[in-house]
T-cell receptor
Framework: GAGVSQSPSNKVTEKGKDVELRCDPISGHTALYWYRQSLGQGLEFLIYFQGNSAPDKSGLPSDRFSAERTGGSVSTLTIQRTQQEDSAVYLC???????FGRGDGYTFGSGTRLTVV | GQQLNQSPQSMFIQEGEDVSMNCTSSSIFNTWLWYKQDPGEGPVLLIALYKAGELTSNGRLTAQFGITRKDSFLNISASIPSDVGIYFCAAHNNNDMRFGAGTRLTVKP
């Protein structure tokens, strides 16, 4: 597609339930990133995929968080047993270059606003 | 990990006024970037800076990459209502990208 597409745009879930967030990057972009944006905070890095290489999971806050990228394209971020502190906007970005590129090649999606009640 | 210190956290200005915001770090970065986020959207790149001391303009926006490579500022001249949003600084090294906490700008007509 023309841009990075994320779904759903909004998700309200009950504490303890699992959620899946989807990101469809720009076609041809080899690198895909997930960030979390909490109120009043900067973008917190979660995980980075580059081609077929093992993902950089160094930003995942706990083992309740996992992500996969199938076929080098669509990615799914899964949060198990959600907690209220997981409430945030989850942003996906893709870029043509890997290794975070030069930093200027990111295209962000519109995000998924997750609310855990 | 190393975070960026962005200030101010929020600004309320009158249409037509100039705006200045800045970002500092205790570490050196090779690239500084400024993004704008409109409500319900993802951040969009405004300006990228690649050389220490570089001053770059994009319309009414001007940004500078500090000579120490540890800071950057963004100026907006003659603000207009559509400048409303959250402005993020970001800094980049190989395999590392950090973001500031954002400056929320409100422009009163």
């Amino acid at each position: 597609g023309a841009g990075v597409s994320q779904s759903p745009s909004n998700k309200v879930t009950e504490k303890g339930k699992d959620v899946e967030l989807r990101c469809d990057p720009i076609s041809g972009h080899t690198a895909l990133y997930w960030y979390r944006q909490s109120l009043g905070q900067g973008l917190e890095f979660l995980i980075y995929f580059q081609g077929n290489s093992a993902p950089d999971k160094s930003g995942l806050p706990s083992d309740r968080f996992s992500a996969e990228r199938t076929g080098g394209s669509v990615s799914t971020l899964t949060i198990q047993r959600t907690q209220q502190e997981d409430s945030a906007v989850y942003l996906c970005a893709s870029s043509l270059e890997g290794g975070f590129g030069r930093g200027d090649g990111y295209t962000f999606g519109s995000g998924t606003r997750l609310t855990v009640v | 990990g190393q975070q960026l210190n962005q200030s101010p956290q929020s600004m309320f200005i009158q249409e037509g006024e100039d705006v200045s915001m800045n970002c500092t770090s205790s570490s050196i970065f090779n690239t500084w970037l400024w993004y704008k986020q409109d409500p319900g959207e993802g951040p969009v790149l405004l300006i990228a800076l690649y050389k220490a001391g570089e001053l770059t303009s994009n319309g009414r926006l001007t940004a500078q990459f500090g000579i120490t490579r540890k800071d950057s500022f963004l100026n907006i001249s003659a603000s207009i209502p559509s400048d409303v949003g959250i402005y993020f600084c970001a800094a980049h090294n190989n395999n590392d990208m950090r973001f500031g906490a954002g400056t929320r700008l409100t422009v009163k007509p």
